[in-house]
């Protein structure tokens, strides 16, 4: 009933940008956190950039100053701006929302994933 669709991702060659979208959908009645994950093959999965429903911001080290998150409340969808992108940083970027239902509390979501491609 509830899904996180996610946009944006392709192949940029380093020092480019990409803008990645996620909206949500479906019988919502509140989102708390919103945030970007990414996975590469073998690894675990790692927190690139969490927002609150107030705007306060958390990065990776490896991101700060080159990526930006922020999020939309009315259109229930969260961005990532990642700028002078890195061989690096290429991966499978998530989204991921703790979003609550009516009559419910709140439960975790995850999108399905979009790939980032940053070539050297």
């Known amino acids: 009933q509830v899904q996180l669709v996610e946009s944006g991702g392709g192949l940029v060659q380093a020092g480019g940008s990409l803008r990645l979208s996620c909206a949500a959908s479906?019988?919502?009645?509140?989102?708390?956190?919103m945030g970007w994950y990414r996975q590469t093959p073998g690894k675990q999965r790692e927190l690139v950039a969490g927002i609150t429903s107030g705007g306060s911001t958390n990065y990776a080290d490896s991101v700060k100053g080159r990526f930006t998150i922020s999020r939309d409340n009315a259109k229930n969808t969260v961005y990532l701006l990642m700028n002078s992108l890195k061989p690096e940083d290429t991966a499978v970027y998530y989204c991921?929302?703790?979003?609550?239902?009516?009559?419910?509390?709140?439960?975790?979501?995850w999108g399905q994933g979009t790939q980032v491609t940053v070539s050297s």
């Open positions: 991921n929302a703790r979003i609550r239902q009516l009559h419910t509390g709140y439960y975790e979501y």
């Open positions: 479906g019988s919502i009645f509140s989102i708390n956190d």
